[in-house]
């Protein structure tokens, strides 16, 4: 059984900064690629960022390139995603997602192609 939990979402000013965590209770940590997904009202869950199951990989959707950085410590199986000059499009929840896989896995970025999730956690930009 594999449980995602995520944290550190919160109310942000524009141009202000968050840091979301996300702890992965399962043994083989290391041979899961990780993502991070964010679904807005009325808007389907999209794609924001991933890291390689080897944390030497990252890729980001455009819409967040140069302002958001995903990490992981798998010391303590925890995958971070540092958002950085937070725009109101930005709001939304935010899930944790992962998935097994043989090699580096930076190319998953759908969502269908994660088995496993998290609860979600709200970031809220606004003035």
């Known amino acids: 059984q594999v449980q995602l939990v995520e944290s550190g979402g919160g109310l942000v000013q524009p141009g202000g900064s968050l840091r979301l965590s996300c702890v992965a209770s399962?043994?083989?940590?290391?041979?899961?690629?990780m993502g991070w997904f964010r679904q807005a009202p009325g808007k389907e869950r999209e794609f924001v960022a991933n890291?390689?199951?080897?944390?030497?990989?990252?890729y980001y959707a455009d819409s967040v390139k140069g302002r958001f950085t995903m990490s992981r410590d798998s010391a303590k199986n925890t995958v971070y995603l540092q958002m950085n000059s937070l725009k109101p499009e930005d709001a939304a929840v935010y899930y944790c997602?992962?998935?097994?896989?043989?090699?580096?896995?930076?190319?998953?970025?759908?969502?269908?192609?994660?088995?496993?999730w998290g609860q979600g956690t709200q970031v809220t930009v606004s003035s």
């Open positions: 890291i390689a199951r080897s944390g030497g990989r990252t």
């Open positions: 997602a992962g998935r097994s896989s043989i090699d580096s896995g930076s190319y998953y970025v759908g969502a269908s192609e994660y088995d496993f």
């Open positions: 399962v043994r083989s940590f290391s041979s899961f690629v």
